[in-house]
C-alpha cells in the first residue's frame, strides 16, 4: 500500500464510520481521522484493513459544501487525486480536490462497494440471492399461510380455512360438531388474513374460561401474539392512549368485560378489521327481547367487516336463535324467519342428487329433475368425471347458506374411535333414603323441576339437612364415591377425567380421593382464576409425576381438550344432550388414539337409572353423536321431567316414543339441509388435494438445506438434539447485533411436523415461520452480500477472460391489503454478462455455474476490480438495457396473472350472484378495486441492483 497525506481511505471493518483522511505516517503505522464521527484510528501499515477511495470517469461524487459533481477526468499529483467535471445543479465546470469530498459517503450500492473495494464473502454473496430467491418462493406459494400453524393435516380444517381465508372481510359460522377442530379452523383464517394483509387488527370475544388458552392456542399453533384484555389491563393501557383498545394489534377478551358500557363503547370506537365470537351458542335471541351479549356482539357485527362465530351447537337455543346467528353475518340477506325456514326445505329435493354426483352413480329421473330446476343453464353432463364434478361444484356454490354457514359431523370425517358406555350400578346409601323419605315428609319437594333435582342428585339434599356450617360427609358414605375410589385403583397408570355438574361436588371429591386414598386429582371450576384453570390442566397433562385425575364442573365441558385421556368418568349427568356431547367431546376428538370409555356410576332403581337409560336407549347418546337431540329433549323434556320426579312410571313408552323421533330425525337430517351443508363444508376431493400439496410441501428438503445454511451464515449455533430437532443457540460472531425471535438461552426446532405435534417445547419452522422471515429480512435489508470477486478454474476459457453476475430486484410497493406478492412479490432478476455484454444467465444456471468457483481474499479482489474497471463499467450499462426488457416482460405476466385470477373470480362471484343471495355486494366491490390497485401499483414498478460479482478465469 502506497499512502500519502490527505488521501480518502476507507475502513474494510467499520465502514460505518464514513471517509476517512490520512493524517500522520510514522514509521510503520498510519493513522486515519474519520470526520464524520470524529474517530482516530492506527493501523500498522503491512496490514492495515483500509481500501483506497478513488471514484472514475462517469461516477456522481459530492463535495463536503453539498454540491456534487459528474467526473469526466482524473489528475493525480504527489499521491493526492483531483477530480474534474460539471457540476450537477449549475453545469458549470469544477474540480474537486480528494481532501474536500463529502465525509459522509458510504458505499451503498452494490456497484459502488464494488469499485471502492468493500467486498464480502462469496458464501455471503450466495446466501443473500438465495434468500432473495426463497422470499420470491415463499410469497408466491398460496399454500404457505396453510402450512405454517403447528396443526395436523385435517381435510376439512384445511378446506374450510382456504375457502374463507382467502375472502375479502369474511363473515362465516363455523359450527363443526365438538372435537372437529372450530378453533384451530379460526385460527387458520386469522393467520391468512394476516399473513396476506387482508386484516391488521383482530378482536376475539370468548367465554372468561376460554380466554387464556385462545391466547395460547393462537400463539403455540399459529405464532400469533394477542394480548389478554380485563378490566385491570385496560385501566393500566389508559396510560398509554384514551381507547385502551387501540393499544393493540391482536385482542382478545371475554364478553362479560364488554357488558358494562364503556368498555363496549371503547372496543366499538376501535378500529377493527376481524371479530371472532367463541361459543356463540350463548348469544341468545328473541325478536322482542335479544340478550346483552347478543346486543353487543350485533353493534360490533355492524361496524367490523370481517365476522367469524363458532359453536358445535348452532341449534342449541333453538332454530329460531340460529337464525338470529346467521342475521349477525348478514342482516340484509336473513331477515325474515319464516322465508328462511321455507328456503331450508327446498334443498331436501337437491342433497340426494348430490349424494349422487358423489357416489358416481347415475341419476334418477326425480334427481334429475332437482337438478335442472336447480341449475337450470346449465348442461347436465354426469358422464365423466370432470362434468360431475362441475355439477358438485355449481351446486354446493348455490347452496343457500353455503358461504355464511360451514358444518361437519363426525359420521361425515374420518380418524375418530370408537365410544363405550361402561354403567356402573351402585346400592342406595340408607342415609339418602333417609333424606328423601324425611324431606316427603317435611313436604319440601316443591316444584317439578326440584323434585327431579333431588331425585338426581341426592348427596345434595342430604347436605341441605347437615346444613351449610358443617363439613360435607356425604362423600364418606356414597356409593358412587366408592366404586369410583375403586376403580382409580386398580387404573393408577391411567389418566381419567371426571365431569360433575356442581363446582361444590368438584371440590368435595377431591377431598374424598385425597383423604381416603391419596389420589393426586387436580380440580377445574368456574370459581378458579384463569391462571388456576390452566396450571390444574397442565398438571392433568403432565405425564412423569402429574395428576391421574382431573374433576371438572360443568364448565370443563366446554373448550378444553383432553384428548391424552381414555377414561371419563360422568358422576352425575346433565339434564341437556348437548352438555352431555360437550362432556364426552372432551376426549373423543381429532387426535384420540384409542377408544373413548365412558364410565357412569349410578345409583340402581333411582332417577339417574332413568335418565341414563333414556339417553342410552332413546338417543344412544353415549356411543355415537346426537346432534339433533336438543330438538328431542325440547320435544319429549316435559315427559322426561314427569318420570324422574316420580309422577309417571312409563319410562318404557318414553324411551320408544324418543327413539322413534330420534330416528325420523336423522333420516329428516342425511335428506335435507345439513346433508347438503355436510358435503358443502368438507371439501371432498379438494380437500384431499389440499392434503396432498401440503404433504409435499413438507417433504421440501431444499427448504431445510437453504435454512440451516442461512443459520451458519449468520452466526447461530446449530446443536443436533436428535428426535429431529436442532438447538439454536445465538453467538457472539454472529452477523447482527441479535436476531429477532431467537431468545439468548436458545431455542429447539423442528421441521418435521409430527415431532412438532407431540412437543409443544419445539419450534416448528416452516417457510410461515417468523424466524425464518426475520432471517431473511436481516440479509436482504442490510448490505451482507452486496459485492464480491471469484475466481473460475476452468480450462476451456482462456485466463483473464471477465464475467460479470448482477443480481436485480423487481418490486412494486403497495400496501399490504393489496396483495400485490400474489401477482409481483419482489422478484430476483439474474445476469451473467460476457466481456460482450450477452446474457448467459438462461443458459448458466446458478448452482451449477457457482459450483465452478472458489473464494478470493479482500486485497486480491480488490485489485482485480481495479485491473478491470475499464471493461466493468460499460457492462454496467449494459446491463441496464437487458434488466429494462425484463422487467416489462414481468409486469406483463402478473397483470395476466392478476386479470386471470381475480377477473376470473369476480366472474364467477357475479354469476352466482344472481342465483345465490349470499354472495355480498362488499365482496364484489372489493375485488373490482384490488383488481385496480393491482394494475396501479403494477406500473410503478422498479427496478434496482442488488448484488454484483465479478468472475476472473484464472489460470489451471
Request: charged share 25%.
Amino acid at each position: 500500500m502506497s499512502f500519502a497525506l490527505g488521501q480518502r481511505w476507507i475502513s474494510d471493518t467499520e465502514s460505518d464510520l464514513g471517509l476517512g483522511t490520512i493524517v500522520a505516517i510514522e514509521g510503520r503505522m498510519v493513522t486515519l481521522l474519520f470526520p464524520a464521527t470524529g474517530e482516530n484510528r492506527m493501523f500498522a501499515i503491512q496490514d492495515a484493513p483500509l481500501t483506497r477511495v478513488i471514484f472514475n470517469q462517469g461516477d456522481e461524487v459530492t463535495s463536503h459544501e453539498g454540491w456534487a459533481l459528474t467526473v469526466t477526468e482524473l489528475t493525480e499529483q504527489n499521491g493526492l487525486v483531483t477530480y474534474h467535471g460539471t457540476r450537477t445543479d449549475t453545469d458549470e465546470p469544477v474540480t474537486l480536490r480528494e481532501t474536500l469530498l463529502d465525509h459522509q459517503i458510504r458505499f451503498n450500492k452494490p456497484q459502488d462497494r464494488l469499485f471502492a473495494g468493500q467486498l464480502d464473502r462469496m458464501e455471503h454473496y450466495v446466501t443473500r440471492f438465495l434468500c432473495q430467491h426463497q422470499r420470491h418462493a415463499m410469497q408466491q406459494n398460496p399454500l404457505r399461510a396453510l402450512q405454517g400453524p403447528r396443526a395436523g393435516l385435517i381435510a376439512h380444517q384445511l378446506y374450510i380455512a382456504n375457502e374463507v381465508g382467502r375472502r375479502h372481510a369474511p363473515r362465516v359460522l363455523l359450527a363443526d360438531e365438538v372435537g372437529l377442530g372450530k378453533t384451530i379452523e379460526a385460527g387458520h383464517i386469522l393467520h391468512q388474513q394476516l399473513l396476506s394483509g387482508r386484516a391488521e387488527r383482530v378482536l376475539i370475544l370468548v367465554p372468561e374460561s376460554l380466554q387464556h388458552q385462545w391466547l395460547v392456542e393462537m400463539l403455540r399453533r399459529f405464532n400469533l401474539r394477542f394480548a389478554l384484555f380485563d378490566e385491570e389491563r385496560c385501566i393500566e393501557a389508559l396510560a398509554d392512549c384514551d381507547n385502551p383498545f387501540e393499544t393493540e394489534q391482536l385482542v382478545i377478551c371475554s364478553i362479560d368485560l364488554l357488558r358494562k358500557k364503556k368498555r363496549f363503547e371503547q372496543a366499538l370506537e376501535a378500529p377493527w378489521d376481524l371479530l371472532v365470537v367463541d361459543e356463540a351458542h350463548h348469544l341468545e335471541w328473541s325478536e322482542d327481547q335479544p340478550s346483552r351479549a347478543y346486543q353487543v356482539v350485533e353493534a360490533l357485527a355492524e361496524a367490523i367487516a370481517g365476522v367469524l362465530l363458532l359453536t358445535a351447537t348452532p341449534d342449541q337455543l333453538g332454530h329460531q336463535s340460529h337464525f338470529a346467528r346467521l342475521r349477525l353475518l348478514d342482516p340484509d340477506r336473513f331477515y325474515d324467519y319464516d322465508a328462511f325456514l321455507k328456503e331450508e326445505t327446498e334443498y331436501q329435493s337437491v342433497a340426494a342428487a348430490a349424494e349422487a354426483l358423489l357416489a358416481e352413480r347415475p341419476l334418477t329421473d326425480e334427481e334429475r329433475t332437482a337438478l335442472a330446476a336447480m341449475l337450470p343453464e346449465q348442461a347436465l353432463q354426469t358422464d365423466s368425471a370432470e362434468g360431475r364434478e362441475a355439477l358438485l361444484r355449481q351446486l354446493l356454490d348455490r347452496h343457500g347458506t353455503g358461504r355464511v354457514l360451514f358444518r361437519n359431523t363426525r359420521g361425515g370425517v374420518s380418524g375418530f374411535t370408537q365410544r363405550h358406555l361402561n354403567a356402573h350400578p351402585v346400592a342406595l346409601p340408607s342415609q339418602y333414603a333417609t333424606a328423601v323419605r324425611v324431606s316427603k315428609m317435611l313436604g319440601n319437594n316443591g316444584s317439578l323441576e326440584q323434585k327431579v333435582l333431588n331425585n338426581l342428585y341426592p348427596e345434595k339434599l342430604y347436605q341441605e339437612f347437615e346444613g351449610e356450617g358443617s363439613s360435607a360427609s356425604w362423600w364418606t358414605f356414597d356409593t358412587r364415591v366408592n366404586w369410583m375410589l375403586e376403580f382409580l385403583k386398580a387404573k393408577r397408570s391411567k389418566k381419567v377425567l371426571v365431569i360433575t355438574a356442581k363446582a361444590s361436588t368438584a371440590l368435595q371429591l377431591e377431598e374424598a380421593l385425597r383423604s381416603r386414598e391419596g389420589i393426586m386429582a387436580g380440580v377445574f371450576h368456574e370459581g378458579m382464576s384463569i391462571l388456576e384453570r390452566d396450571k390444574a390442566a397442565a398438571f392433568f397433562a403432565q405425564q412423569e409425576g402429574g395428576a391421574q385425575v382431573l374433576i371438572c364442573s360443568e364448565i370443563g365441558s366446554e373448550g378444553r381438550n383432553f384428548q391424552f385421556a381414555h377414561h371419563l368418568i360422568m358422576f352425575d349427568l346433565p339434564q341437556n344432550p348437548d352438555l352431555l356431547e360437550q362432556r364426552i367431546g372432551r376426549l373423543d376428538r381429532i387426535g384420540q388414539t384409542q377408544d373413548v370409555q365412558i364410565h357412569v356410576p349410578y345409583i340402581e332403581g333411582s332417577a339417574q337409572q332413568q335418565l341414563l337409560d333414556w339417553y342410552h336407549q332413546g338417543l344412544n347418546a353415549f356411543e355415537q353423536t346426537c346432534p339433533g337431540g336438543h330438538l328431542i329433549h325440547a320435544e319429549f323434556g316435559e315427559d322426561l321431567l314427569q318420570v324422574l320426579a316420580g309422577e309417571n312410571e312409563d319410562l318404557a313408552d318414553l324411551i320408544t316414543r324418543t327413539a322413534e323421533r330420534a330416528g325420523e330425525h336423522k333420516a329428516a337430517m342425511e335428506a335435507g339441509r345439513d346433508k347438503l351443508l355436510e358435503i358443502h363444508s368438507n371439501g371432498g376431493k379438494q380437500a384431499d388435494a389440499l392434503v396432498a400439496a401440503l404433504e409435499k410441501e413438507d417433504d421440501d428438503t431444499d427448504f431445510v438445506s437453504f435454512m440451516l445454511k442461512l443459520w451458519d451464515v449468520i452466526g447461530v449455533q446449530q446443536d443436533d438434539r436428535g428426535e429431529n430437532a436442532v438447538v439454536l443457540t445465538p453467538t457472539e460472531h454472529m452477523l447482527y447485533p441479535s436476531y429477532p425471535g431467537l431468545p439468548e438461552d436458545g431455542l429447539s426446532v423442528t421441521f418435521d411436523r409430527d415431532t412438532a405435534l407431540s412437543r409443544d417445547d419445539f419450534q416448528f419452522i416452516t417457510p410461515a415461520h417468523p424466524l425464518v422471515s426475520s432471517g431473511i429480512d436481516m440479509v436482504t435489508s442490510s448490505e451482507t452480500g452486496c459485492a464480491a470477486v471469484s475466481l473460475m478454474k476452468n480450462k476451456a476459457l482462456p485466463a483473464g477472460t471477465l464475467f460479470l453476475e448482477m443480481i436485480y430486484m423487481v418490486e412494486a410497493v403497495a400496501p399490504a391489503e393489496v396483495q400485490l406478492g400474489r401477482f409481483l412479490p419482489p422478484t430476483p432478476i439474474r445476469l451473467l454478462l460476457d466481456k460482450s455484454g450477452k446474457d448467459l444467465g438462461q443458459n448458466v444456471d446458478f448452482e451449477t455455474f457457482n459450483r465452478q468457483l472458489i473464494p478470493i481474499n479482500r486485497h486480491t479482489g480488490s485489485k482485480l476490480v481495479n485491473a478491470s474497471q475499464s471493461a466493468l463499467h460499460p457492462l454496467i450499462a449494459k446491463a441496464e438495457q437487458h434488466v429494462a426488457g425484463q422487467l416489462a416482460e414481468l409486469v406483463a405476466q402478473a397483470e395476466e396473472k392478476m386479470t386471470a385470477e381475480l377477473g376470473g373470480e369476480l366472474a364467477r362471484l357475479e354469476a352466482l350472484k344472481a342465483v345465490n343471495p349470499n354472495i355480498r355486494g362488499a365482496e364484489l366491490d372489493a375485488i373490482r378495486e384490488q383488481m385496480n390497485m393491482v394494475k396501479a401499483h403494477l406500473g410503478r414498478a422498479q427496478v434496482q441492483l442488488d448484488a454484483i460479482r465479478l468472475i476472473v478465469v484464472t489460470p489451471q
